[in-house]
C-alpha cells in the first residue's frame, strides 16, 4: 500500500500489539507463545488500521484508541485460528508460515483463540477503568465495545462462520451468499468502524456516513478475497490458493464467475467513495483505501 | 441442596438464561441450536448463583445483576464444550446427555463455544448501555464485567486449562497441581463472587471476606470434583467416572490419595466459613453452602 495514513496508523498497531495482552505465568508460557505466534504473524492490519483512522477522522486522539485497535486484531487473529482447525477449514498455512494447530497442536489452538477472544474484552475493559473520573469518555468506550462483540458475535461473524460451513457443498443462493460474506468479514470491518467512530465522538451523521463506507469495502474486501483465492499466487498470499472450489465454498466466483466479481466490488467501491466524498479531503484517507483494496485484484 | 436462597438464585438464573443471547437470524439457527443445547443441559448454576447471592450480600438488587450471572454460566458452558472436544479432553458425555460435538459436529461446537463467549460480553455490554445516566451503576458494572474478563482469561480459567493439559501423563509438582485448581476452577468461581460484589456495591471489607470465601471453596470444589471421579456413581454425576486416572490427569486424589484430599477439603471449607463468620445470620446462605459443597464426598 502506498498510502502513507495506512502506514502510520498499521505501525502503530504493530509497536503496541503485545502490549495489551494480559501478564501470563511461566506456567501457561505455552499458551502465550501459541497466542503470539499467531499475532506476530503479520498481515494488513485492516480492521485495526480503520479503527485508529475512523477515531481519528471523527476528532478522537487514535493514540488513545489503540487497545480497542488491538483488541479486533486479538479477535480477527481467534478467528483465523479456529477457522484453520481441522475439523473447520483444515488449512495447514496462513500468512506463509504453518497454521497454529500444525505448530502447537489442536488442543493449544483452540485455547489460544479462546485466550485472544477473552484478552480482547479484558484488554478494552482494563482500559474503561481509566476513565472513571471522564464519564463522557468512558460511555465512548461502553458503546465502541458493544459495536466490536456485536460485530464479532452471533449476529456477526460467528454466524457468518457457520453459515459458511453450512453452505458448503451445497448449490447457494444470493441470499445466503451474501449473508454469508456480510457477516464473516463485513461485520468486523464495520464494527472497527464504528467503534472507532464512537472512540472518536462521532456525530449521528458521520457515524452513518462511515457505516455506509465500511460496510461497502467489506463486501468488497471479501469478493477480493475470493477472487484471489481463484487467480492469486500462493508465494504473495502466503496460503494456498484453489481451496474454495476444491472446498465448494459458497463464493462471489463460483457463482457469478469473475467477470462479474470483479464488477461488484468496483461497483462496491464507488459505493464506498461516494459515501465519504461530502468529506473532501478530510476523507483522503478512506478513498485511497478503497481504491487500492479494489487494485488487489486488477 | 436444601439451602433454600439457592434455589431461589438458581430459579432466578434459569428462567432468564436464554433472555440475554442475542436474538439470531434463522440463517445461523444451527449455532443458536447448539449453544441452548449445551445452556439447557442442566447443572448446578454455582457461578451464576454465587454471582447473584453476593450481589444480594452486599445490599444490590440481584435482579438487576442478571445479565452478569447468566453471562458467567455462558462462559462456564462455552468452557466445557471446549474442554470436552476430541482434542482436549475426549468425552461423549455431559450431565447425562451426548457432548455438544456429539451432537453437532467438531466444527459446529466450536463455533457454539466463540458464540457462548462473546455473548457473554455482549449480554454484559449490552446492559451497562442502560446506566448512561446512572454513572455510579455504570461503574460497579465495568468492574465486574472487568473482573469476569480476568478469571475467564490467560491468567484465570485459560491458563488452568492449559497447564491441565500440559501435566497430563507427567509427574506433577505440589505447585503445578494449585495452579491448576486455582486457575481452571476457583478463578471463574472467585470472579463470579467478586463481580456480584462490585454490582452490589461492596466496601473493600466485604470484598476481601467474599474473596477469601471464594478462593476456598473454588478450590474444595474442583478437590471434591476429583474425588467423585475416583469414587462417584455415573448416573448421579451425568458423566463418566475413572477419566482422570485414564487420562493420568494432575488431580488431588491421584497425588495425595482419598483421605488426604477430603482433610483438604474440610480445611478449606472451615476457611472459607471462618471467612464469612464476621456476617452472622447475614451470611448463612455463604456458610450453608460452603458446608453443602463438602457434603458431597461424606
Known amino acids: 500500500m502506498q498510502n502513507n495514513e495506512y502506514l502510520r496508523f498499521k505501525e502503530l498497531v504493530e509497536e503496541h500489539l503485545l502490549y495489551f495482552l494480559p501478564e501470563v505465568d511461566h506456567k501457561s508460557i505455552t499458551l502465550y507463545e501459541s497466542m503470539i505466534y499467531s499475532l506476530n504473524a503479520g498481515g494488513k492490519m485492516l480492521r485495526s488500521v480503520l479503527l485508529l483512522a475512523a477515531c481519528d477522522f471523527c476528532g478522537g486522539d487514535e493514540k488513545l484508541a489503540l487497545p480497542y485497535a488491538c483488541a479486533i486484531e486479538y479477535i480477527h487473529t481467534y478467528s483465523l485460528i479456529h477457522d484453520d482447525l481441522p475439523s473447520m477449514d483444515n488449512d495447514d498455512l496462513r500468512r506463509g508460515i504453518p497454521t497454529n494447530h500444525k505448530m502447537f497442536g489442536e488442543a493449544t489452538a483452540i ?26 469518555n ?133 459505493n464506498a467513495k461516494k459515501a ?15 481504491d487500492e483494496l479494489a487494485s488487489r485484484i486488477r
Chains 1, 2 share one sequence.
Open 111 to 136: 485455547l489460544a483463540g479462546d485466550g485472544l477472544l477473552t484478552s480482547a474484552f479484558e484488554a478494552m475493559n482494563k482500559d474503561m477503568l481509566l476513565y472513571f473520573d471522564n464519564v463522557e
Open 138 to 270: 468512558l460511555k465512548r468506550r461502553v458503546r465502541a465495545v458493544y459495536e466490536i462483540s456485536k460485530g464479532a458475535g452471533c449476529r456477526g461473524m460467528i454466524a457468518g462462520q457457520i453459515a459458511d460451513i453450512e453452505a458448503e457443498n451445497k448449490q447457494c443462493t444470493k441470499e445466503i451468499l451474501d449473508y454469508i460474506h456480510i457477516n464473516k468479514t463485513a461485520a468486523l470491518i464495520k464494527a472497527a468502524v464504528r467503534a472507532g467512530a464512537h472512540l472518536g465522538g462521532a456525530d449521528k451523521k458521520m457515524l452513518a456516513d462511515l457505516d455506509e463506507y465500511a460496510e461497502n469495502i467489506g463486501l468488497a474486501f471479501q469478493i477480493v478475497d475470493d477472487i484471489l483465492d481463484v487467480k492469486g499466487k500462493e508465494e504473495e498470499l502466503g496460503k494456498k490458493t484453489g481451496q474454495d472450489q476444491i472446498k465448494r465454498k459458497a463464493t462471489y466466483p463460483c457463482r457469478y464467475g469473475l467477470m462479474e466479481s470483479k464488477e461488484k466490488v468496483q461497483e462496491l467501491t464507488e
Open 276 to 290: 465519504m466524498e461530502p468529506y473532501y479531503d478530510n476523507a483522503e484517507f478512506f478513498i485511497l483505501l478503497a
